[in-house]
């Protein structure tokens, strides 16, 4: 049974860092990976898709690496800013025909200004 | 182009009572999703339509849960009779019938509260 596990819960950083945050599943049998950003009260926005023959995906200052066999992914956020701040999901589909996406409970990421 | 539309954003109800989520996928969108997720658990996936065909629904979690998709347009998930365990947040998601990769489109969510 996949499972999918982000750490660290919560993250607070000063305006400008650099940032990791990771995502680790069980099962490294997978279809694709996405990245999502929830805001408090709001809708999933799809950030990154990484299919499992890819290795990492690029969008302006966010870059997700992916690690099939290990079964790790990372977000990378580059030059953090307050507007960054918002829950950060990771989700893994399995290969097997279904198009169900496992989430992982996210990372709360807090950027001071 | 608008975004994946549900209605209500919030429904407060007793136990026993009945309730009927919307959605509005994204047009031209033939996968339509429905996830939950529950006081401080992760997001779980419910069922995936396409069109007006349920293509898996093994996340429903009983049969006071009904979905339906007619016409292949919109979809209602009913919860008859609720229980408390049913609060959370309902979300509805939109993908278009490419295989590789989609990019699923999230709504805002529909949040239950059952009191």
């Known amino acids: 049974k996949q499972e999918v596990t982000q750490i660290p819960a919560a993250l607070s950083v000063p305006e400008g860092e650099n940032l990791v945050l990771n995502c680790s599943f069980t099962d490294s049998a997978i279809y694709n990976l996405q990245w999502f950003r929830q805001d408090p009260g709001k809708g999933l926005t799809s950030l990154l898709l990484?299919?499992?023959?890819?290795r990492e995906q690029t969008s302006g200052r966010l870059n997700a690496s992916l690690d099939k066999s290990s079964g790790r992914s990372t977000l990378y956020i580059a030059a953090s800013q307050p507007g960054d701040s918002a829950t950060y999901l990771c989700a893994v589909r399995h290969p097997s025909g279904t198009y169900k996406y496992i989430f992982g409970t996210g990372t709360r990421l807090k950027v001071l200004a | 182009e608008a975004g994946v539309t549900q209605f209500p954003s919030h429904s407060v109800i007793e136990k026993g009572q009945t309730v009927t989520l919307r959605c509005d996928p994204i047009?031209?969108?033939?996968?339509l999703y429905w996830y939950r997720r529950v006081m401080g658990k992760e997001i779980k996936f419910l069922l995936h339509f396409v069109k007006e065909s349920k293509q898996d629904e093994s996340g429903m979690p009983n049969n006071r849960f009904l979905a339906e998709r007619t016409g292949g347009t919109y979809s209602t998930l009913k919860v008859q009779p609720a229980e408390l365990e049913d609060s959370g947040v309902y979300f509805c998601a939109s993908s278009r019938k490419t295989v590789s990769g989609n990019t699923i489109y999230f709504g805002e969510g529909s949040w239950l509260t059952v009191v």
């Open positions: 990484i299919q499992s023959s890819q």
């Open positions: 047009s031209g969108h033939d996968n």
